[in-house]
């Protein structure tokens, strides 16, 4: 059995290696290839905890496991990360574990990898203005993978809690970009893309905020209750996601679906646009959606390809198992 440790993730993967593995598996996903199974999530009563399991089988890459892993809102005060995540891969051919590797890096960049997927695939060609709404933890890997994507000139950026909002500026520098810190107003005038990544449980971002030819990618909700943006965005616009299932019940779709205003048939699998089954931006001026509500496939398949470069590296610990 292989180990890749925690410490040991960022000198492995890159984010460019991330993208292309979730843009393969949302592509398999819509060719029917590979299969998430259904979540579990749970508050356990001890630590005010949220614990559960997200797997899935990509038989186009033989990779099968599960990411396990929560929330503990105490760890902050124990210099550990909030969000603890751990990847366990087995062996397709005989159900024996072979890979054990740190999730929590991962989980970010798999993130990040899904709205700049999206952002390649829906954004329009000539975006060249982003507007971040968030300016937690996820913000920053956001920024990063989405400046990939288009030739951006410049951030602007909005935050419920305003002393958050260095996180932003700081990213903007480290990718030699100006940031603005702006009204919810300003941000959806001028951008082309926003990529919403916070806890929200209201919409921050209303209907009147965003002008045609926006792309929004919107990443915060993965839970049942949360939200982001105003339902009326989301009947206005072309809606995409990566597993529909997800997004009427736990992505930011649930609270349209409820409202009637979108059906789950007006939703469509980002991986058929990759594959082309299904058409992406089909005007400049469409308004067009992406929610993303992080499917255990992306973990699989960024922790399966950290494995592989671990391999090739030398840094894999290999125990008897
Ligand atoms: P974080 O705790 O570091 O930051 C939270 C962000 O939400 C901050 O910008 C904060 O100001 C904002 N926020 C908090 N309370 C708010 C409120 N009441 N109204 C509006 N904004 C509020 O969290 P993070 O690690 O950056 O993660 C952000 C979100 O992304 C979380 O909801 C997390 O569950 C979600 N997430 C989604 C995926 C996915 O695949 N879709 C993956 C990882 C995390």
Redesign the pocket.
Known sequence: MIIVPEKEIAGLISAEECFDAVEAVFAAMARGEATNFPVIREAIGHADALYGFKSGFDRAGLVLGLKSGGYWPGNAEKGLTN?QSTVVLFDADTGRAHALVGGNLL?ALR?AA?SAVSIKHLAREDAKVLGMV??????AFQMRAAVAQRDFERVVGW???PE?LPRLAETAEELGLPFEAVSLEELGAQADVIVT?????EA?LKDGHIRPGTHLAC??T?TKG?QEVDPAILARARVFTDEVAQSVSIGEAQHAVAAGLIAEGDITQIGAVIEGMAPGRTSVDAITLFD???VGLQDLAVASRAVDLARAKGVAVEIDF
């Open positions: 969000h989980t993130t899904a968030g300016a937690g933890h996820q913000s935050n419920y809690h958050m990544i916070t806890s929200s449980f921050q990443m915060g993965d949360k993303g509500t992080g």
